[in-house]
């Protein structure tokens, strides 16, 4: 958009704002002047996001005023606009930006180069019924939408400290979408919020088409190699208030149902909001079987595999794990297969009307695998070992993990295939070095904290559900 000043020319301005905005192409924009006590008044908003019943009542309240006595527009807006959300604004790109947004821009003749926005908007959402991905056995069951301010609104009201800050940034040259820096003033890194802070302002990109994920890709140069993820997100608004009283920095993107987590690091993502609606010692018991069941997924086929290519190693009391039956595809190849069939089975469900999406699932699965092992293809070894990582892979809610693991998992299934136990431990190094080399916006931390550096209390708050201190108890 080309720079342009407010002129003290009434006429100018409404007819550069009347080119800009397309009146008469758009039909959405709307331009309006009225007549407010001698005074000629311009009106632009966007009529699709305009509170109708609240803006009725502004014109019949300006229609009805019969003087005004004032010569610059801060005057005017102070007597005679008695609404809450009125801002006076001698930047012309500011109020383009504003009424693009949905706010409405006012210009009134000889009170100077300047226009007045009102916050009149609505915007259309969707209900806070509960996270279809974060869901929870007790606890709040509300979640956050594709509006920012109502996802600001769900934490403020967790959180009735005056430090709780919201810094909003407009980023896109197009786009102008809002991001929200969410922190508590005096908990959260100050070295760390100016590192976010600066961030956001610098980043030069035409839109956030695809809301927190353009915005994660923006924030940090991706390793494509490196399949861990760099964020961590939540839909849910306790989990959000309950990092950012812990002195975490939350960032809201406008458009999306989510927030993202900062810092970030891999132990984060073991904690679930389940286990802390219970008593410490089933929270404890759930975190500690999420730990266990989620590495599993990791490490059972690979582990498995090298077994079995090496049955001198399997000692008695494990003879159940070797494969008994005939196949016609090599074992290797029969993991990947229903990998692969997996992901087919996932992208299938998400396509199939919801009424039958479980049906699809459970039915698909049953007939696919028992119809392949009665015609050789797979053994029944396979299918109950991968049945065992589908289901274990839902332990925890982050899909990005899930599949950071998946894709590790087919890497060292692949290593042991060509090297045995030599491929094993390199491909266990190799997990290693990905994890430790992970780059994230962490500031001063690992992605592998409080492992690396090491902080003993830390690391128990992550393994082990504690209870709630009391003031009196943290003194």
Same mark, same amino acid.
């Given at each position: ?24 192409k758009?039909?959405?924009i709307?331009s ?18 305009m509170?109708?019943?609240?803006? *009725? /009542?502004?014109? %019949?309240?300006? +229609? ?8 610059? @527009?801060?005057?005017? &807006?102070a007597?005679?606009?008695?609404y ?6 001698s ?10 947004s ?5 210009i ?10 009102i916050d009149?908007?609505?915007?259309p ?18 979640s ?22 919201? *810094? /909003?940034?407009? %980023?896109?040259? +197009?786009?102008?979408?809002?991001v929200?820096?969410?922190? @508590?003033?005096?908990? &959260?890194?100050?070295?760390?919020v100016?590192?976010l ?7 030069k ?10 915005l ?33 920095v ?8 989510e ?5 970030t690091?891999?132990?984060d993502?073991?904690?679930e ?30 582990t ?23 196949c016609?595809?090599?074992i290797?190849?029969?993991l ?9 089975l996932?992208?299938a469900?998400?396509?199939t ?47 990005e ?18 090297f ?8 266990i190094v190799?997990?290693?070095i ?15 904290y ?16 504690e ?9």
């Amino acid at each position: 958009m080309p720079q342009y000043k407010f002129s003290d020319n009434y006429r100018e301005n409404i007819e550069y704002y009347d080119k800009l905005f397309g009146i008469g192409k758009n039909y959405d924009i709307i331009s309006r002047e009225q007549l407010i006590a001698g005074h000629s008044v311009h009106f632009y908003y966007i009529d699709s996001f305009m509170n109708t019943p609240l803006l *009725e /009542r502004l014109f %019949i309240y300006l +229609a009805e005023l019969k003087e005004v006595k004032v010569d610059d @527009i801060r005057t005017f &807006a102070a007597e005679h606009l008695p609404y809450t959300q009125v801002m006076p604004t001698s930047d012309a790109a500011q109020f383009v930006d504003m009424i693009m947004s949905g706010t409405m821009g006012m210009i009134v003749d000889g009170l100077g180069a300047t226009g007045i926005i009102i916050d009149t908007r609505t915007y259309p959402a969707r209900g806070v019924s509960q996270s279809e991905n974060d869901r929870v056995l007790r606890g709040a069951h509300d979640s956050f939408i594709e509006t920012v301010k109502i996802n600001s609104t769900m934490i403020r009201r967790r959180i009735r400290d005056p430090r709780l800050t919201f *810094e /909003r940034f407009c %980023i896109g040259s +197009a786009s102008r979408s809002d991001v929200v820096l969410c922190y @508590i003033d005096g908990r &959260a890194d100050d070295d760390y919020v100016k590192l976010l802070r600066d961030k956001l302002k610098n980043i030069k990109v035409d839109a956030l088409s695809l809301g927190q994920e353009s915005l994660a890709e923006c924030l940090v140069r991706r390793r494509w190699y490196n399949p861990f993820p760099k964020f961590r997100y939540t839909e849910r608004p306790d989990v959000a208030a309950a990092h950012v009283l812990e002195g975490s920095v939350i960032l809201l993107c406008d458009t999306s149902p989510e927030a993202m987590i900062l810092p970030t690091c891999l132990l984060d993502f073991m904690q679930e909001a389940d286990d802390y609606y219970f008593p410490p010692l089933t929270g404890s018991y759930l975190r500690l079987t999420r730990y266990a069941v989620f590495l599993l997924t990791l490490f059972l086929t690979p582990t498995w595999y090298l077994f079995i290519s090496n049955p001198e190693w399997i000692p008695s009391w494990l003879d159940f794990i070797k494969v008994r039956n005939e196949c016609n595809l090599p074992i290797l190849l029969q993991l990947f297969i229903i990998e692969f069939a997996l992901d087919g089975l996932k992208l299938a469900s998400m396509n199939t009307p919801s009424s039958l999406n479980n049906t699809f699932g459970v039915v698909g699965g049953l007939i696919l695998g028992d119809f392949a092992v009665q015609i050789g293809w797979f053994v029944p070894e396979v299918i109950v070992a991968m049945a065992f990582v589908a289901v274990a892979n839902f332990s925890q809610s982050s899909y990005e993990l899930g599949y950071a693991f998946k894709l590790l998992r087919l890497m060292l299934l692949v290593t042991t295939a060509l090297f045995g136990l030599y491929g094993y431990i390199g491909g266990i190094v190799l997990i290693l070095i990905f994890t430790a080399t992970n780059t994230t916006l962490n500031g001063r931390r690992n992605y592998l904290y409080p492992l690396i550096p090491f902080n003993a209390k830390a690391l128990k708050r992550l393994i082990v559900r504690e209870k709630l201190r009391l003031d009196d108890e943290s003194k």
